[in-house]
């Protein structure tokens, strides 16, 4: 048996979300029947993480056990053309021993692309979040830095989250300009249900200038959902990697999406 690491970009506009599902076309449903027709036996992923409909990846990583011998360029290639447009194999790699894509990541990396226009995206519209007001970058920026470290995040949690403790660790968050849209780049050691786009909500807040921001460091001593901003829409969030220990000689996170 031979365990093989992968790394997959999708759209995931079209699907119920990552996780296989009986009635619904999920990404790990037709990654699995991808790569069956090639292994020519059945398939099992594991996912790093979980994404959501309508949330899109950069830089997912999965594993898989197969006893077949194919050489990468048909795990490659070969799966690829088994696969909807939609999503596709960007590498392959022998992870060595002990390799597990949830178990073995040190932290994983998210962008939320955000367009403040007053005009709706039409292009884009799957693509990013949207909001009609003018944001303030700076003051989201500078709000983000009280989330940087270990906290109890439950007032950034989704009400059906099913982690087994509302304590998380951010490593760093960004929030800058690129072109006509506003990326927020945040890495962490893992994530709750909705984390990412809880937060992105409760920035929208700063930057419109309704609240300060200092305002974000009392929603996270509230640790109460309901004092937190909206859930900011799935279109707009992109998984873009998971850290991993060096000895399994993997890529680092891809580098975000920017439309100009």
């Known amino acids: 048996m031979t365990r093989i690491a992968l790394g997959i ?36 992923v594991t996912a790093a993480g979980r994404t959501d409909a309508g949330v899109h990846a950069c830089g997912q990583v999965v594993h898989f056990d197969t006893t077949a011998q194919r050489p990468d360029r048909a795990w490659l290639r070969g799966v690829n053309s088994q696969l909807p447009d939609a999503i596709g194999v960007r590498w392959v790699r022998d992870p060595g021993a002990g390799f597990d894509a949830r178990r073995s990541g040190l932290s994983r990396c998210y962008r939320y692309l955000l367009l403040d226009d007053p005009l709706s995206p039409v292009l884009w ?10 944001l303030s970058v700076e003051p989201m920026h500078l709000a983000a830095q009280m989330l940087v470290g270990e906290h109890d995040f439950s007032s950034f949690r989704a009400a059906g989250c099913q982690a087994h ?9 960004n929030v800058k300009r690129e072109g006509r849209l506003i990326a927020i780049d945040i890495e962490a050691n893992a994530f709750l249900h909705h984390m990412v786009r809880n937060i992105v909500g409760s920035l929208m807040v700063i930057g419109s200038g309704e609240q300060p921001p200092e305002w974000l460091g009392e929603v996270l001593a509230a640790r109460d959902r309901r004092v937190a901003g909206i859930t900011a829409p799935a279109a707009g969030l992109y998984l873009l990697g998971v850290r991993y220990p060096a000895e399994h000689g993997l890529p680092d996170p891809a580098p975000g999406p920017v439309f100009a």
């Open 9 to 44: 970009e999708y759209d995931g506009t079209a699907f119920s979300g990552w996780q296989r599902q009986k009635h619904a076309r999920s990404v790990q449903g037709c990654l699995e029947q991808a790569l069956a027709a090639i292994a020519e036996h059945p398939i099992e």
């Open 125 to 134: 519209r799957d693509r990013v979040g949207w909001t009609y007001k003018r």
């Open 165 to 173: 403790h509302p304590v998380r660790r951010i490593l760093s968050v």
